[in-house]
């Protein structure tokens, strides 16, 4: 039987894991579980759960730090949580709602109620999140809602939008498998420069194959761009042979069987800026960043690219950092 979802169960007793493991096994999920809030973050890293059962009360780290840390996280603020109690006062519900619990259900449960209110988060999550199965980043539904809402806030945000410089040659060269690792560590370099320099309100989204999007305040977009930049030259060499990295490019065959020769995997990031309700569609956003994009991929390696006309530059287009380091102004 195919999995209908990762459910992860973290609760201190084992009798209540043993019957929800057999509840949702019985229809087709699949589980893991723990007996403590210490190690869940290690765990949902591992197993990337759609939705995780989250005992309030526990020894050691319980329920409510628990969810307090997951929703601190860039990579599993939007994951779904069901507080399970014993308790079935309000102001346990109400604690647990402040800080970010998707639903509760009270111990004892039946088994139908379990499974009702599992399928309703899970059917929910994905109609908002819109998620990639790959990298589990929401999509290109919940990034259009992100982007609007800044549009019609008015309030000052930037926009980065993040597209693999010869990703395709690599895919080609290597295979699929090997370009969806490539494909999960950029994701994962995304969320960990957004959660190490952005804020808890910082987006990170995969509009689909390699192209991302990252949505943060101005002051702070600049440097989860140039953080993303490090992490993933840093971290590509691992992907490639150590003769083809020693080597320096991929040589592969085109369509009229020339051989061409192509760099290593980069990124190129562009940056558009709106510092408060300039852009009032997002066609007009959009129009920016695939002439950024063009501009940026004009130079060689992992590029940030901005548009500086809103800056009175007479320059459209600005090479604000590479490869590393600091590009000339």
Known sequence: MDSHGKILVVDDDITIRSIIRYTLEAEGFTVFETDGGDNVEAIIAESKPDLV??????????????????????????????????????????EGLKNGANDFLNKPFVSEELLLRVRNILQDNKKNRDASPLTGLPGNHAIE?????????????????????????????????????MLTLLADVLSDSAQKCGDRDTFV????????????TPDLAPDIAKKSIEQF???????????????????????????????????????????????????????????????????????????????????KCELVYAGGKDAEL
């Open 53 to 94: 059962l989250l005992d309030y009360h526990m020894p050691g780290k319980n329920g409510i730090e628990v969810l307090s840390d997951l929703r601190q996280c860039i990579s599993t603020k939007s994951l779904p949580v069901i507080m399970l109690t014993g308790n079935s006062e309000s102001k346990v519900k109400i």
């Open 145 to 181: 809602n992100e982007l609007e809402m800044h549009i019609s806030s008015s309030n000052p945000y930037a926009l980065l939008y993040i597209d693999m410089d010869n990703f395709k040659a690599y895919n080609d060269y290597y295979g699929y498998s090997k370009g969806d690792t």
């Open 205 to 216: 989204g995969h509009v689909g194959g390699d192209d991302f999007v990252i949505m943060a």
């Open 233 to 315: 030259d840093s971290r590509i060499e691992k992907l490639y042979e150590p003769e083809d990295w020693a080597r320096g490019y991929l040589e592969i065959g085109d369509r009229q069987g020339e051989m061409r020769r192509f760099p290593p995997t980069s990124i190129t990031i562009a940056m558009v800026c709106d510092q408060g309700g300039q852009f009032k569609h997002a066609g007009k956003v959009n129009a920016l960043v695939a002439e950024l994009k063009k501009y940026g991929k004009s130079y060689d390696g992992s590029v940030l690219v901005q548009d500086r006309r809103e800056a009175g530059s007479t320059e």
